[in-house]
């Protein structure tokens, strides 16, 4: 949960991190495979997918994400970053087929994106519901994809920094989901997930080109720093893994981003 007042960290979504967070939870979106100034953003789901299948043990999806419901707070920004988180741990709970988690993160989301204006129909969280007990679960994971990409059409529209500012809380989740799971249960070959410095460059350079306001707000100012830090983490050499220290639970050196979380 981003909070202006104390934050300890959270990439779909990796986006997203996924993963997508990107993550979830992507650097533009949390739906799909993007090419963008030559960074692929890839998605959630992809991520998710491929850390289960790189993973010593099957990944426990229900225990990554804290699934925090809080949808009210004090600014825009803090708004759109926590949209972000909200949507990847969204698919956090597909992943780990938890019915209830995703009832709460639809239902948050719906909230989260009315206060920014891009409201959500309450018949289309209706239909992934009655999908969900039917265990239709891949359905339901299109759905969401369709669903938070009319989100982000409508804040592209309305508002690029609150744009800008989900796709960023989304990847910073989605990275946060990843590096707790392999914090507990590391394995080399799936650190290539994380392992893109350029993508982390384009993220940054998304920060800096939001408007004099929002760059002001100071959980958006600790992110920069923040990012600048996980860029130097994933700049391994070409082939080689992150090491094991750097998703390891030390907020000097880890990629895990729960330290600029509430």
Avoid at 148 to 159: A, F, M, W
């Amino acid at each position: 949960l981003f909070n202006e007042d104390c934050m300890k960290f959270s990439c779909i979504r990796f986006a997203m991190v996924c993963v997508a967070a990107g993550l979830t939870l992507s650097a533009t979106s949390l739906t799909s495979a993007q090419m963008t100034t030559q960074v692929y953003v890839p998605p959630s789901a992809l991520v998710f997918h491929n850390l289960d299948s790189l993973s010593k043990a099957q990944v426990n999806w229900k225990a990554l994400p804290t699934f925090n419901k809080k949808s009210s707070y004090t600014n825009k920004y803090t708004t759109a970053l926590n949209l972000g988180t909200r949507i990847c741990d969204a698919f956090v709970a597909i992943q780990g087929k938890d019915q209830n988690k995703f009832a709460d993160m639809a239902t948050t989301v719906a909230g989260l994106s009315g206060k920014l204006n891009a409201n959500i129909e309450q018949s289309l969280n209706d239909k992934m519901f009655a999908l969900v007990k039917q265990g239709k679960w891949t359905e339901v994971r299109s759905m969401l994809d369709d669903q938070q990409t009319t989100v982000k059409e409508k804040l592209n529209r309305l508002d690029k920094d609150a744009a800008i500012l989900v796709s960023i809380g989304g990847w910073l989740e989605g990275l946060n989901v990843v590096t707790k799971s392999l914090a507990s249960n590391y394995t080399a070959d799936a650190t290539g997930i994380i392992r893109n410095p350029k993508l982390v460059e384009y993220l940054i350079g998304e920060i800096n080109g939001l408007s004099t306001t929002a760059k002001g707000n100071d959980l958006v100012k600790n992110i920069t720093t923040k990012l600048g830090e996980i860029k130097t983490l994933v700049s391994v050499e070409k082939g080689k893994p992150i090491p094991q220290e750097s998703v390891k639970d030390r907020k000097s050196t880890r990629l895990n981003s729960s330290h600029l979380v509430l």
